[in-house]
């Protein structure tokens, strides 16, 4: 049955609601076969009684978002979609994670959590001695991190900001890299070295790295330190094994916070070896001080593109799955 709703919305935030060329109202009246009218501010939506709820949902989530000075972005949009898609019902609640910077990057940029998943790691980090951020590429998991322990590092909450990750090789040996053992390491370094230089800037981190304020090391190089008042970030996690992984969170020391991230379905770890990430979601998952964020495809802030590519692998992934346990 055909219904009809009617919204009314300020003049001033049409144009950045609807899009440029009205692209963004095109993807909403697409993605719930509706029909979307405007004139002088008063919305019309028509179709049936469910999807034009859910449309009207969705405007009500970007207009929250206009209001907050925010130049709207086809991502969102898109989100904000897939929310009202799945029925989950925090349209609205978008608007107040898109206030939630936590820091500028060197051109200004603001850097905030961007979706529901985020929102919730990020409130972990702030609120937990240790957090495992768990999920697929492109989930801010890294990035995120690295702009709260900037953030308190400026603000003197910890002396000094520790980078690692696990040399793993993903299709090469180390021995056939040219150079140094230096210059073998940093390829696998060199991601937490880009967002380091995109929030804080590269001659900043070069000095605070002179000083030993700023580290960024392989996991091998943590064995036997005890790590005080420091903001720990260990990154590819799922590519360390039980043995590295108990050796790295037996490093932690007093006034120190740890975020350890990792993505489950990408270890480079030699075949029949098991991940120490793995083990320790499985061995640490009552403890009230370790929060777990799990991340996933809906979680994706990169190009929409890659959202689609994580969500087919998914999907792809289960059905293997669920064709083995059959079996």
Known sequence: MQ??????????????????????VKKIERAF????????????????????????NVLDGLLKLSENNG?????????IISLSLEELGHEKDIAEIDKDIIC???????????TIGQKHYVDLIRTKMITFGIGPAGTGKTYLAMALAIKAFK?????????????????????????DLQQKIDPYLRPLYDALYNIMGADSFAANQEKGL??????????GRTLDNAFIILD?????????????????????????????TQKDLEKGQTSGLEVALKVLSKIDDIGFAELTSADVVRHPLVQKIVKAYDDYE??????????
């Open 3 to 24: 219904t009809e709703i009617e919204k009314s919305i300020p003049i001033e935030h049409i144009r950045n609601i609807f899009g440029d060329f009205d692209r963004f």
């Open 33 to 56: 076969s509706v029909d979307i009218t405007e004139r002088n501010g008063a919305v019309k939506i028509n179709g049936s009684q469910d999807a034009c709820e859910r449309a009207a």
């Open 71 to 79: 130049q709207i972005n086809e991502q969102q949009v898109d989100y």
């Open 104 to 114: 500028r990057s060197i051109t200004g940029r603001p850097i905030k959590p961007k």
């Open 155 to 179: 603000a003197q909450e910890v002396q000094r900001i520790i980078l690692t990750r696990p040399a793993i090789e993903a299709g090469e040996k180390l021995g056939f890299l040219p150079g």
């Open 214 to 223: 700023i580290e960024v090391a392989p996991l091998a190089y943590m064995r």
């Open 236 to 264: 590819e996690a799922q590519n360390t094994t039980p043995a590295q992984m108990k050796m790295f969170l037996t490093r932690i020391g007093f006034g120190s916070k740890v975020i350890v991230t990792g993505d489950l």
């Open 318 to 327: 289960a059905k293997i799955n669920d064709y083995k346990h059959r079996k």
